[in-house]
C-alpha cells in the first residue's frame, strides 16, 4: 500500500500515471490515506492528488 499523510478526512481524488502520462488507476480515496499498488508492475509512476478546491499536487514514486 501506498501510505498518504496529511489527507485523512479530506475528499481527495487520486489518479497513478506512468511516467508516459498513461493513467493507469484513478479513485476517490473519501477520507481514506492509503491507496493498494500491490497490483502494479514495478516502475516509477507519478501520483495525481486533487482536491475539492481544485488544488493539485504531484508526486513520484517508485513501486518495487
Known amino acids: ?3 498518504l499523510d496529511g489527507i485523512q478526512g ?3 481524488h487520486a489518479e497513478i500515471l506512468t511516467v ?3 493513467r493507469v ?3 476517490d480515496l473519501n477520507g481514506q ?3 493498494r499498488v500491490a497490483d502494479l508492475p ?3 509512476y507519478v501520483l495525481k492528488l486533487s482536491d475539492a478546491q481544485g488544488k493539485t499536487q504531484f508526486l ?3 513501486k518495487k
Do not use: D, R
Open 10 to 12: 479530506k475528499a481527495i
Open 25 to 27: 488507476k484513478s479513485l
Open 1 to 3: 500500500c501506498l501510505v
Open 42 to 44: 514495478q516502475q516509477f
Open 60 to 62: 513520484k514514486f517508485l
Open 20 to 22: 508516459n502520462g498513461s
Open 33 to 35: 490515506n492509503q491507496i
